[in-house]
């Protein structure tokens, strides 16, 4: 399962992906609407391109300088705040109807939204978190009465808790991810350089069918897996180097991240030791996933695992240095998180990573990460976990 193959021959193996996951749909885009508006505490909502108007609006833009907005009343229908030339592009994306107020190039989008502010007598605004400071202070200062709270308790309190269509996205990015940890491991042969595998697991993940190639992609051999984000520069592989490969792609926008740990030719006794520790801290967090349990108690019982096998409990090395999971979705990371203070109750829809890994410092790292949804009954895997410290995929 690792080696013996080669870059070319794994990619002619790959077809885009048999039947695709559906996409969202209106009537589901609706009704997160509704239930946004049954949340709200605010006369109205703003929410800015990025992964939250693609939740609400179908609208999977990235966010710019120019403002591109949903308005959303505590009662009624939304308007979009949109740049003039982007109308057509707009009404292409748009999941739901709604409609715009343009702004030209000259123009102030704030004033604009306060405009639309006042003919609804809002007095109050939620602002979405990931609304850049620059933008919050132009629309407060274009709407000076107007109160301006934090929208996270409405955007995290929709977006937290997944459907059957979301998680229908969601296995089918991880199954097509999982694919391509088992082909990357076979393409390994001494000399590979971490740019190299990069470079094929964004191909193979283009071809099977993923939004834009691999998400993200880190590579590490050796020494450099105990730096959790890894190290700077190329490293080429060598017959014994611990291989952690940590990487993802998006269908539709929902996003995969998986890691896996393993070593190209023979592991050794404290390879194979910590590997299993990792593998047992995973299992343990996975079996005590329960409806109502508070996030940071999953986080609790890896690292009292850990510390039973003489690691840290805490964040110290050699260790654990960060969170257990965090959340997962249309953002790669996004609340709640598996971590200490975060008291948030496991509630089914609920979707998050599972990653204890342990740091070596000056020797190397293991990380497992693979992904769950809480059911009313426990937790289900997207993905089966990495079965074997020589076995990338089960």
Not at 42 to 71: C, H, K, P, Q
Not at 303 to 330: M, N
Not at 386 to 391: M, S, Y
Request: hydrophobic share 45%; net charge negative.
């Amino acid at each position: 399962m690792i080696g013996g193959s080669t870059a070319e021959k794994e990619l002619a193996g790959l077809k885009p992906w048999p039947n695709p996951a559906p996409p969202i749909s209106r009537e589901e885009r609706l009704a997160r609407l509704a239930r946004a508006q049954a949340l709200m505490t605010t006369d109205a909502m703003l929410i800015g391109a990025g992964a939250s108007l693609r939740y609400f609006a179908g609208v999977g833009w990235n966010a710019t300088e120019r403002l591109v907005a949903m308005v959303l009343p505590k009662q009624g229908q939304p308007v979009m705040i949109c740049p003039r030339f982007e109308e057509g592009s707009l009404l292409a994306s748009m999941g739901v109807e709604a409609p715009l107020r343009l702004w030209e190039e000259h123009e102030s989008p704030y004033a604009l939204t306060a405009q639309v502010l006042s003919g609804w007598s809002a007095k109050s605004l939620a602002i979405d978190p990931a609304l850049t400071f620059a933008m919050f202070d132009a629309l407060r200062l274009a709407a000076p009465g107007v109160a301006m709270p934090n929208a996270a308790p409405v955007v995290d309190g929709c977006r937290m808790i997944k459907s059957p269509a979301e998680l229908a996205l969601m296995y089918q990015a991880k199954a097509m991810t999982l694919e391509v940890h088992r082909r990357a491991a076979r393409m390994l042969a001494p000399g590979v350089t971490t740019g190299e595998v990069r470079r094929f697991i964004d191909q193979a993940h283009r071809a099977l069918g993923a939004d834009d190639g691999s998400s993200f992609c880190a590579v590490q051999f050796g020494e450099a897996s105990a730096y959790p984000h890894g190290l700077p520069g190329e490293q080429k592989l060598a017959d014994g180097d611990l291989v952690l490969i940590d990487t993802g792609c998006r269908v539709q926008g929902y996003n995969s991240d998986i890691t896996r740990t393993y070593v190209y030719g023979q592991a050794t006794q404290e390879q194979a030791r910590v590997w299993e520790i990792e593998k047992k801290a995973q299992a343990a967090a996975f079996a005590a996933v329960k409806p109502g349990v508070p996030c940071e108690e999953i986080d609790a019982v890896a690292r009292r695992v850990l510390a039973s096998e003489g690691f840290s409990p805490d964040y110290d090395l050699p260790g654990l240095p960060h969170r257990t999971g965090h959340g997962i979705g249309l953002s790669i990371h996004e609340a709640p998180y598996l971590v200490r203070g975060d008291r948030t109750p496991l509630q089914p829809g609920m979707c998050f990573s599972n990653e204890p890994m342990i740091v070596i410092p000056g020797a190397f790292g293991v990380r497992l990460e693979d992904h769950f949804h809480v059911t009313e009954d426990g937790a289900a895997w997207f993905t089966p976990p990495q079965p074997a410290i020589d076995k990338p995929v089960a």
